[in-house]
């Protein structure tokens, strides 16, 4: 069964620190994997996706890297800014239409 | 703003009414999808179109719930004889065809409680 697991649930940080976020995975066969932010009560924005051949992407604050030999990828957050506080989702797709969802890591960044 | 739209953003109604929601995606977009994301939860797959013809519906769709996309643009969830249990974000999503790394672009969602 494809399955993607994030950890942790939930994380609290103050203003300006980093943080990474863990993601692992067993989905087969595997095509891409992408992270989503998910604002309250919004649709998930995509933030980075990889496909098998890359091991790291970055998209400003935001760096995501993935190890399709252990199925892990983490999304790394520099200096955190208040807007960070989201929902963070790792998806990862089995090609076609199939996604498989993380059920997200929810982050708040506190002043 | 990803460029798709959904209506209602909220939708309260009681339990046994029917109620729809629409999805407008981006317009180059041939493939569409819809989830359902209850609270603490990833998105779950509900269905998926591409063009007008429904190609993957999920176990979850159970006999109540039923998805259109007549002429290929926009698409209608409807729910039928409401639950408690269907009390959710309703998310609609669309992509181009594979081919690309498929990303899907998501709309805001439509919020909807069961009284």
């Known amino acids: 069964k494809n399955q993607v697991e994030q950890s942790p649930q939930s994380l609290i940080i103050l203003e300006g620190k980093n943080c990474t976020l863990q993601?692992?995975?067993?989905?087969?066969?595997?095509?891409?994997l992408r992270w989503y932010k998910q604002d309250t009560g919004r649709g998930p924005v995509s933030l980075t996706i990889?496909?098998?051949?890359?091991n790291t992407k970055s998209n400003g604050r935001y760096t995501a890297t993935l190890d399709a030999d252990t199925k892990q990828s983490s999304l790394h957050i520099t200096a955190s800014q208040l807007s960070d506080s989201a929902s963070y989702i790792c998806?990862?797709?089995?090609?076609?239409?199939?996604?498989?969802f993380g059920k997200g890591t929810m982050l708040l960044v506190s002043p | 703003d990803t460029g798709v739209s959904q209506n209602p953003r909220h939708k309260i109604t009681k339990r046994g009414q029917n109620v729809t929601f629409r999805c407008d995606p981006i317009?180059?977009?041939?493939?569409l999808y819809w989830y359902r994301q209850t609270l603490g939860q990833g998105p779950e797959f509900l269905t998926y179109?591409?063009?007008?013809?429904?190609?993957?519906k999920s176990r979850l769709l159970s006999d109540r719930f039923s998805a259109e996309r007549p002429k290929g643009s926009f698409s209608t969830l409807e729910i039928q004889r409401t639950e408690q249990g269907d009390s959710a974000m309703y998310l609609c999503?669309?992509?181009?065809?594979?081919?690309?790394?498929?990303?899907?672009?998501f709309g805001p969602g439509t919020r909807l409680t069961v009284l």
């Open positions: 998806v990862v797709s089995a090609g076609y239409s199939t996604l498989t």
């Open positions: 999503a669309s992509s181009l065809p594979q081919g690309g790394n498929n990303e899907q672009f």
């Open positions: 317009s180059e977009h041939n493939r």
């Open positions: 993601c692992n995975y067993t989905v087969s066969p595997f095509s891409n």
């Open positions: 990889m496909t098998f051949s890359e």
């Open positions: 179109f591409q063009n007008e013809a429904q190609l993957e």
